[in-house]
């Protein structure tokens, strides 16, 4: 006889029964598509946010005690110091290895050129084939970490096709002020030596930068007798926002207890990566870019803090729709609930049949807008990050249980109503 | 000991006093009409009566128990259990057929028992039409399915609010001659009628005026009527 009624009231009511379904769909698809992109965004957001560069620097211990002490980059004390090239690839071997997605290692000199003029020349790595000690290939430079530069004549320098050694790119600044361009050379020459640079690209970068030379790091090495050495390493990883745990690690790794300090190694936080390159780096001092590392983690937190938000307003906006239908579905058949009570029924058997076809409606609005918040967050995926998100098996339980609470607690006004409803005044009509 | 007992049950609205002071005594077995205008206080005292409500003041006696105190949970057992309702505009759950209508009363009392309920579909002369819908039924028809749910679970009392309101001559004949066999069969009933000719066929009529009882007829042509037809169906 439950399930006769229920059967009954599902095809008698099919229209408010589909209203409801459809407003639970709406509320599940949301929250899937956000817990699912949520769950999956943290690692796609710091990709898209790699572009603003490197978040990382390593500069050898002496240069960044000197810049801690008087606040000056550079000066002749810190050009004494170096860090080693052929430590480079031990980068790709710490703990969070596989959050390094991009370093460039960086020598520099100030050269002369023909007009008379100073320059600064950085000797870098562009597209570098790095064979690692672990056996993997890696291609790695500053193509990847100056992706704003805006290469007005000519191309990026692509060290792997360009067979001149001599090959170079130069800031707007320079090409402006010594009328060169693509295609051009430009002589410089510096205490170790001079070379016939051939300038394969101009680039805007809109900041000092224009105002110097990049090269192969070999050559630079030449020019300024540095061979195998290196003034700095630009490294972007992906990071996980800081914390508490941290900040207090990043203050001072020693303090922590040992159980912290395994949670904070294992974590990908900036500062456990920075501490693991200098582990790796001999006499180096790895510190984060503050600037990029906490945007990131304030973009990252906020992202997801407007995703959990619109998860809620989602379900706040589906309770309340269910809240309407079942209680108007409640008004319209106040006189089956009041004869059901005067022919004996419990409030309790009521509520029970009430409840029941909400909820079975609410599981049939569940799958529905599951599969249907699945495609919006492919949608989501697609058009922001442009790749598939995965699907997150914890959802599924995620998202069946706030169904559940949300389509109980936008009963619970209509269950309070039917409890209410006296069979002599609704079978007088009254 | 009366089946039921009012004693000077008052229900008041505000200022309005519904019944006013009121004192009625329904032995088992008997059939009593209570009339009046409308305003009179009728469906209050049947409210009272059914369980539905509780009054102001006064004591509502059934099978010897006061239930003017009752709490609503006790007070739906008792309606469950002892009492049988029949409504003026019927009351059928529109989606259930005319024999899961029956079933739904037993289903709420005890266990629905398809057998029984088409039993009792059939003593009303219903046992073909037990698989329509209610909007398959005219007003007689579904008044009589209301007639076999109050039934079903042998209650000690049948109530029934203008029984024969909406319905048409040859119907209400029809549901008044259940009801004399109802009454043949020792079952009390108490019905709530403005029209004169139900009020007429009861055993004992009572006249509610302004929520006051003024007048209690007892029918005298009503023994020798029924007489028979009472040996009849005893024997």
Known sequence: MFFRMIRGAFVRQKGKMLMIALTIALGASLATAMLNVMLDVGDKINQELKTYGANITVVPKSSSVLNNLYEVEGGEEAQEAF??????????????????????????????????????????????????????????????????????????????AESDPNAAMIGAMVARREGVGAGDTLHVKTRYGEADLKVVGVFDAGSDEDEEIYAPMDLVQALSDTDGYLTSIEVSALTTPDNELAIKAAKDPSALSVSQYETWYCTAYVSSICYQIQEVITDSVASPVRQVADSEGAILEKTEFLMVLITILSLVGSGLGICNLVTASVMERSNEIGLLKAIGAKDSAISGIVLTEIVLTGIVGAVIGYFVGFGFAQIIGHTVFGSSIEMKAMVIPI??????????????????MLLRLRPAEVLHGR | MSLLELKSISKI??????????????????????????????????????????????????DGVDISKESDRNLTAIRRDKIGLIFQQFHLVNYLTALENVMVAQYYHSVPDE??????????????????????????????????????????????????????????????????????????????????????????????EYGKITREIHNESFEAKTAPALAEARN
């Not at chain 2, 059939?31 to 059914?50: E, H, L, Y």
């Not at chain 2, 309920?117 to 009589?144: N, T, W």
């Open chain 1, 399 to 416: 998202v069946a249980m706030l169904t559940v609470a949300v389509t109980l607690a936008g009963s619970i006004p209509a269950i309070r």
């Open chain 1, 83 to 160: 860090l080693r090239e052929d430590e480079l690839g031990k980068i790709k071997t710490i703990f969070w290895a596989f959050n390094i997605v991009d370093f460039a290692p960086f020598i520099d000199t100030t050269a002369d050129l023909d007009s008379g003029e100073e320059v600064r020349l950085v000797g870098t790595w562009f597209n570098h084939h790095l064979d690692l000690p672990t056996g993997e290939m890696l291609d790695t430079g500053v193509a990847n970490l100056r992706t704003w530069w805006d290469i007005s004549d000519g191309v990026w320098l692509d060290e792997q």
């Open chain 2, 115 to 208: 057998a029984e309920a088409m039993e009792a579909l059939r003593r009303v002369g219903l046992a073909d039409r037990a698989k329509h819908l209610p909007s398959q039924l005219s007003g007689g028809e579904q008044q009589r399915v209301c007639i076999a749910r109050a039934l079903i679970n042998y209650p000690e009392l049948i109530l029934a609010d203008e029984p024969t309101g909406n319905l048409d001559e040859a119907n209400e004949n029809i549901v008044l001659e259940i009801f004399r066999q109802l009454h043949a069969e020792g079952t009390t009933l108490v019905v709530v009628t403005h029209d004169p000719e139900v009020g007429e066929v009861a055993q004992r009529t009572v006249v509610l």
């Open chain 2, 13 to 62: 609205y505000g200022d309005l006093h519904a019944l006013d002071n009121v004192s009625l005594k329904v032995e088992k077995g008997e059939w009593v009409a209570i009339m009046g205008p409308s305003g009179s206080g009728k469906s209050t005292m049947m409210n009272i009566i059914g369980c539905m409500d509780k009054p102001t003041s006064g004591q509502v006696l059934l």
